[in-house]
Nanobody
Framework: QEQLVESGGGLVQPGGSLRLSCAAS????????IAWFRQAPGKEREFVAV???????????HSVKGRFTISRDKAENTQDTVYLQLTGLKVDDTGVYYC????????????????WGQGTQVTVSS
């Protein structure tokens, strides 16, 4: 059964770092693009980053380029793990971070993603 589970969120000071993980279990997800979105209180969910099924192609939102990186560990079993490394964190990066899966790579639109995790909270505060 396909499932996405995020972890790694927490409270961090401005300028700090975190690494978020998305465990993508299920045979289908091994070929799916996996993306990260985030949602701050009172704001719409926004695209952060996406990685292709092979892990060879990535795309990041302009607001996080140079600070965040996305990577993917391909597993021999039915679970891949997608990481979002957050560095140089700002207060504006605060929000719930979700990973999502789509059979096609490239979309930055949340409604194109049919599978979602439960989210992990990232709070950047001094």
């Amino acid at each position: 059964q396909e499932q996405l589970v995020e972890s790694g969120g927490g409270l961090v000071q401005p300028g700090g770092s975190l690494r978020l993980s998305c465990a993508a279990s299920g045979r289908a997800f091994s070929t799916y693009a996996i993306a990260w979105f985030r949602q701050a209180p009172g704001k719409e969910r926004e695209f952060v980053a996406v990685i292709s099924g092979t892990g060879g192609i990535t795309n990041l939102a302009h607001s996080v380029k140079g600070r965040f990186t996305i990577s993917r560990d391909k597993a021999e079993n039915t679970q891949d793990t997608v990481y979002l490394q957050l560095t140089g964190l700002k207060v504006d990066d605060t929000g719930v971070y979700y990973c999502a899966a789509n059979w096609a790579f490239g979309s930055t639109v949340s409604s194109d993603y049919a599978y979602w995790g439960q989210g992990t909270q990232v709070t950047v505060s001094s």
